[in-house]
């Protein structure tokens, strides 16, 4: 088996780089190009945005190699696999029609109402609180489970704004999800080396996720925590959950505040999000990139030193809103 998943992680390697030299000829046939433009985009010539079409075959051919049939149809495998598929379809469907942002959501509440009840998928009906117990929240488990999903996908969609961000923190993710759980060997490595590869061409300007990429890589992290969940002695508390998931959240609960007290739709795309904002201020991108993933160092801080989680929380908050005070300049309250 370990010789086995060695040959499929170098084939996987291998098909994934040349895959990655023939990217325009990809976009070309599918017609999906991120397209500059004066008033947002950052890069000044049309970047195929087909990163998701690369990581979903990878993470298809590894989740199928990894499980056998019996397996496959238990519910959290089922999971893990139906929730972040879903997502990546609808997102490719949106780099090509470029979809309104309510008739998004309603794909996505109505497609995720269908696949939880039809297959009876993990839903989030209790919470464990750290040194408080249990909070049952069965009487809403659907509703509050869909928020989470749509929650989490619109604010990991939102920090893919500059090259390298969101790869960058799914690979954190994924890092600590193999290092914390038993997230499978063979699906974490094949994810782990594809990042790789992928940020080396992101950087360069050569390819992007696409909201095909972003809707699947968030799929994938929200739907493990959620099947997660059902094991309520091995999962994360309700607070560390909040923990890992709270600076893109709470920078998307920020834009949706300012855009709204804006009259503005609050699914509507501009330049005030955090990383935005400190873009002016670092002439060196990689230095930027490392300081937002440092974001994550109260999460390893609480897994390996045991630090309080509420410390942690209200630390990370206090940077966060010295970050937006600072940098909020008067240029952005045009």
Known sequence: MISFNIYFLIFSIFIFTICFYNLNKFSKYLNIFDLPDNKRKI????????????????????????????????????NNLLIPSFFFILG????????????????????????????????????????????????FSLFFTILCYLLFLNAF??????????????????????LVFDFAYSLFLNLFICCIIFFYFNIKDKIFLGNSGSYLLSGIISSFLISQNMDLENSFFAEEI?????????????????????????????????????????KNKYVLLI????????IFARFYFNINTLFLIVL???????????????????
């Open 242 to 282: 909040f923990l890992i998931l709270m600076i893109p959240g709470i920078d998307m609960l920020r834009l949706f505040i300012l855009r709204i007290s804006k009259k503005k739709h609050p699914f509507k795309a501009d330049k005030f999000h955090i990383h935005h904002l400190l873009l002016p201020n670092f």
């Open 92 to 139: 490719l469907i949106d780099d090509k029609f470029d979809l309104s942002p309510n008739y998004r959501l309603f794909i996505l509440t109505i497609g995720l109402v269908f696949l939880i009840k039809f297959f009876s998928l993990p839903q989030i009906e209790l919470l464990s609180i750290e040194n408080y117990g249990i909070i049952n929240v069965k009487s």
């Open 157 to 178: 969609n939102m920090i893919d704004g500059i090259n390298g961000l969101a790869i960058s923190i799914f690979t954190i993710y994924i890092i600590l999800f193999y």
């Open 291 to 298: 300081v937002l993933n440092l974001v994550f160092v109260p």
């Open 43 to 78: 890069h000044n010539k049309p970047i195929p945005k087909i990163g998701g079409i690369f990581f979903f075959i990878i993470f298809l051919v590894s989740f199928i190699q990894i499980f056998n049939f019996a397996n496959f149809k238990e519910t959290n495998n089922l």
């Open 316 to 334: 990370a908050l206090i940077v966060y809103s010295f970050i937006i005070i600072k940098y909020y300049s008067s240029n952005y309250n045009s």
